[in-house]
């Protein structure tokens, strides 16, 4: 595993059911809420720290996606994607990337010809069966309880980058 988590230079994530834990509440107008964990955001925000690039891609649209990836400072964001393929080779062309760079993150069949393209995918434990054989990696967390951040951390650690990363949350500031 060691060896697809080197060269990553971009992380992917699927929304529903990965960034949120896949339920959707509808307000009586019609509009979602989705739930975003907070530590999945700033796994994120660690790994733009460390130079990794960062995009979504989604099966559905959602404002409030949008407004997530704005605040985390997310530039490539897809939704409404039927067929993720177009999305992530747009990416791809538009980074200049190699597919073994590319970590994807999904849970649904939509997601399957992505994880096979990918040097490191990633699949969280609630995903559909179906899913499971085409990913490197399964996390421990559910999807919208932590999955992101645990992928996050390990692609820091498997990239010794970690102590970089977190090392201003454990200097002593004292004057």
Wanted: aromatic share 8%.
């Amino acid at each position: 595993m060691r060896s697809r988590i080197l060269p990553v230079r971009l992380v992917i994530f699927d929304v529903d059911g990965v960034l949120t834990d896949g339920r959707i509440i509808y307000h009586d107008d019609g509009s979602e809420i989705k739930a975003f964990d907070v530590q999945d955001g700033h796994g994120i925000k660690m790994l733009q720290r460390a130079g990794i690039e960062v995009a979504f891609i989604t099966g559905r649209f959602c404002r409030a996606v949008d407004h997530r990836a704005r605040g985390l400072g997310v530039t490539r964001v897809y939704q409404g994607i039927k067929v993720k393929m177009e999305a992530y080779e747009k990416i791809r062309r538009e980074t200049g990337l190699e597919d073994e760079q590319i970590c994807f993150m999904g849970d649904d069949l939509i997601d399957i010809p992505v994880m096979r393209r990918v040097g490191f995918a990633v699949a969280v434990p609630n995903a559909v069966v179906h899913v499971l054989p085409y990913a490197h990696y399964v996390t421990r967390a559910p999807g919208g309880h932590g999955a992101c951040r645990e992928v996050c951390e390990l692609i820091l650690a498997v990239q010794g980058l970690w102590d970089h990363v977190t090392r201003r949350y454990f200097e002593d500031f004292r004057s």
